[in-house]
C-alpha cells in the first residue's frame, strides 16, 4: 500500500496523511468520455478509496483517439463505457472500490447517484447536465470540478458550494455555439490536459489544499496559450439562492440528440425497468435483435435501437428527436 503511493507521498502535498485521507474518500465521476477515462485512470492511480464512473454511452471506433481507457476488443464485446472502465481499472488497483455505472445521470436519478459522495467530477457534452450537477452540487455541499473540451481547447474551474461562484454564476444561460465534436472536433492533448488538471483539483479540494483553481482557466494546446479569467458570483444567479431548477425537472418523455453522433437518446419516465426476455420475444418477429447482458440491440427500417435495462434508448441513423420518441413509444414503451 505505502509503496504503491510512495511516489507522491514523497510529495509534500499529500504526505502520509493526505494519502490517508484520499484512501478515505468517495468521487463520482460523470461521463466517461475523454475527460472522464483521463480523470478516471488518475484517480484510480492515486488510491482514491471509491470511485463511482457514470455513463450512458458505449464504445465506438472514433473515441479510441481520444478516450485512453478502451480499447478495440471493448469494442468487440460491445461494452458499455462505464462497464469497460471498471473493467480495465480493478486491473490496475485492485486495492479500492471502483464502481461503473450505465445510466444517463438526470434529475430523476443524480441524487441517489452523487449521495455520500466526496465530490464530483464532470466530463459531459452537454450544459443541461452540467447545470444538474452544479444545482445537486449546491443543494447538498458537494464541490465539483467543471471541465469541458472542443477543438484544440478547454476549460476548467472548481466549484465549492458557498465559497466561490458556481456554473449559473459564470454561464447563467445554456450555451448555444451549436459546437460539438462532431463539428469542431477535438485532438486529444486537449482532454489529456484539461481532465489531469480536473483530478489534480479533485486531490487537491479533497485535501483541503489553499491552492484550488478559482478562476476559469482556458488553455489552448495548438496555440500553446493558458489564460486565467476571473469569475465573480453574481447576487441573482438562481442555483446560488437555492433554486435549483434543473433538479427540478420536467415530467414526460426526454430526448437528446448525442454529440458526436447521428443518434437520439429517450427516456420515459414511465419505463425504468426493462425485461431483455420479454421485450426480444416482442421485437424477434419484426426486425433483427441482438442483445448481452448490458442491452438490447434492435434493427428496424433503417433505424438501430439500443435499449437499456434501465429503460433508456439510443436511436441511432436519426438526428430527429420526435421521430426517435415514435420509434421509442412504438417498439419499446412510453
Ligand atoms: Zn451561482
Known sequence: ????????????????????????????????????????????????????????????????????????????????????AEQHLKRVNSSIEIEGIVADVNYTNVERLVQGADLILEGLDNFETRYLINDVSLKYSIPWVYGGVISSYGMTMDIIPGETPCLRCLSPKMPSTGLTCDTAGVINAAPFIIGSLQSTEAIKILLGAKE?????????????????????????????????????????????????????????????????DKLAQRLEPLGEVNRNEFMLRFVIDGYEMFVFPDGRAIVKNTSDELRAKGLYAKYIGS
Not at 475523454?34 to 471506433?61: C, N, P, Q, W
Not at 480499447?71 to 462505464?82: F, G, R, S, Y
Not at 495548438?222 to 435549483?244: D, I, N
Open 212 to 276: 484550488i483553481n478559482r478562476d476559469l482557466l482556458f488553455i489552448d494546446v495548438w496555440k500553446g496559450t493558458f489564460q486565467r479569467l476571473r469569475v465573480s458570483r453574481r447576487a441573482e444567479c438562481p442555483a446560488c439562492q437555492g433554486r435549483y431548477e434543473f433538479l427540478e425537472g420536467q415530467v414526460g418523455v426526454k430526448t437528446s440528440s448525442l454529440c458526436g453522433q447521428n443518434a437520439v437518446q429517450v427516456i420515459s419516465p414511465k419505463v425504468t425497468e426493462v425485461s431483455f
Open 1 to 84: 500500500m505505502v509503496d504503491r503511493y510512495s511516489r507522491q507521498v514523497i510529495f509534500p502535498g499529500i504526505g502520509q496523511e493526505g494519502q490517508r485521507r484520499l484512501g478515505h474518500s468517495f468521487v463520482v465521476i460523470v461521463g466517461c468520455g475523454a475527460l472522464g477515462t483521463i480523470m478516471a485512470t488518475s484517480l484510480v492511480r492515486a488510491g482514491i478509496g471509491k470511485v463511482r464512473i457514470i455513463d450512458r454511452d458505449f464504445i465506438e471506433y472514433n473515441n479510441l483517439q481520444r478516450q485512453v481507457l478502451f480499447d478495440e476488443e471493448d469494442i468487440k464485446n460491445q461494452l458499455p463505457k462505464a462497464v469497460a
